[in-house]
């Protein structure tokens, strides 16, 4: 319950990207 | 500090209450409170601004865009060409792209006068690398022009030079990828349009026989030399993608795979982002990693747009860009320069997606800002899952 509550109020929830190059998201890929 | 114009917001995730902010330009992403986007602590502040998700002023991040952009910054030293060493292929694909680019190539003959171009292009514009797409029709059906220009580059530059092939995979042999491996080979690009039903009807031969089988037994010999892109060609008919994955991995093959849609693009933004979500959630299920260019059909910074990247034909012509064969702007004994530029405009220049879309195609004019929205955020949660 405490760490649901601190998830809860954290500034920041820390994501990454997975499983894709860094141009997968919005980028270019060569030919 | 004000919030940077290509971010872009996906709010309550992944969680109710917070937004997730993925910036176009420097490609970082973020999930901060919602209610601390516009007023961020001093401690998210600094990090906010390290992504580039917060910026001194959004005129200056604009202006720094559209000056890289127009002054080639995204490739200053390198020379790319897509050499088109054949018209020729022994596959007949359902959709083949060269049919409807209504193009008539030859056999690559004067390989002397291409070297003559690519010396010259890199000495007068102070270049210092070359990457050559071998590309075709089937490149390998002239492969030994492959290893020719290869030997020669390779023995010039070293390791500034670096060649990639885009195949149909079928005529691929062990003895030159050993000696390609050794010579600048970075990569083949090799389509499987999903599992052997499905690829067979697509991609057979043009004798009639299946290809599947051949192409899978070549990967397995390819992927103890070279990194491997392996396209799929999307569209409502592909089946079998999963197994295909299966069976390659099965094969100890984990290439990086590209999606493409299938040309020409008939679908409206919400179909188009539906059917490459699909796919794009598929592979990341499997694990399978993606590097492609699922956002835009002409890429990014387009071979178009890059004034060091010209495509050469077995005639010797030179083109702006491989989208549009009846824009030759030269041919390789002649100076060749780049005459179509983009212009942005001011729309563009307002976009959450110019350090994506330079603007789109030279020579079509499109917006694909809708999909871009329909799909961003889409893909932002597939590829942010645990």
Redesign the interface.
């Known amino acids: 319950m405490e760490n649901k509550q601190m998830e809860n109020t954290a500034e920041e929830i820390v994501v990454e990207l997975n499983g894709c190059g860094p141009n997968a998201v919005t980028g270019f890929a060569a030919n | 500090m004000v919030l940077s114009q290509f971010n872009?917001y996906v709010d309550n995730y992944?969680?109710a209450?917070?937004t997730?902010i993925?910036n176009?330009l420097s490609?970082k992403?973020?999930?901060?409170?919602s209610d601390?986007v516009k007023n961020?602590?001093d401690?998210?502040k600094v990090?906010m601004q390290e992504a580039s998700i917060l910026v001194p002023s959004t005129q200056a991040e604009v202006n720094s865009v559209v000056s890289a952009f127009e002054n080639n910054e995204f490739n200053p030293d390198e020379l790319r060409i897509?050499l088109i060493l054949t018209r020729k292929c022994n596959c007949q694909c359902v959709y083949c792209y060269e049919d409807q680019q209504n193009a008539s190539f030859s056999d690559l003959v004067d390989v002397d006068a291409v070297l003559r171009f690519i010396d010259s292009t890199m000495s007068e514009h102070g270049l210092t690398k070359l990457r050559i797409?071998f590309?075709g029709g089937e490149p390998l059906i002239k492969k030994e022009l492959i290893t020719q220009i290869s030997e020669i580059y390779y023995g010039k530059l070293s390791s500034n030079y670096r060649f990639?092939i885009?195949t149909n995979g079928t005529l691929l042999e062990e003895t030159d990828l050993s000696l390609w491996e050794k010579i600048g080979l970075e990569s083949i690009?090799v389509t499987v349009d999903g599992n052997r039903i499905s690829h067979n009807k697509r991609r057979p031969l043009k004798s009639g026989s299946e290809s599947y089988d051949v192409i899978l037994n070549n990967l397995s010999i390819a992927n103890k030399y070279v990194h491997i892109i392996l396209n799929i060609v999307i569209d409502e008919e592909v089946t079998g993608v999963k197994e295909l994955i299966t069976q390659l991995s099965e094969r100890g093959i984990y290439p990086?795979y590209?999606l493409s849609l299938r040309e020409p693009c008939i679908w409206k933004p919400k179909e188009k982002a539906s059917l490459v979500l699909s796919y794009v959630k598929l592979?990341?299920d499997m694990?399978?990693?993606?590097?492609?260019?699922?956002?835009i059909e002409h890429?990014?910074?387009?071979?178009g747009k890059d004034r060091n990247y010209f495509v050469v034909d077995g005639n010797n012509r030179v083109y702006q860009c491989?989208a549009n064969f009846q824009f030759v702007i030269g041919n390789t004994e002649r100076p060749v320069y780049k005459p179509y530029k983009k212009t942005l405009s001011d729309v563009c220049k307002k976009c959450t997606?110019l350090?994506?879309c330079y603007g789109d195609c030279l020579f079509e004019k499109k917006c694909e800002k809708k999909y871009?929205d329909l799909v961003?955020p889409e893909?932002?949660k597939i590829?942010?899952a645990k």
């Open positions: 872009v992944p969680q209450g917070y997730m993925y176009t490609k992403i973020m999930c901060i409170r601390l961020p602590s401690t998210l990090k897509v797409l590309y990639t885009i690009k990086e590209a592979l990341h694990g399978a990693y993606q590097s492609t260019k699922i956002a890429g990014a910074i387009c071979m491989n997606y350090p994506v871009f961003t893909l932002l590829y942010t």
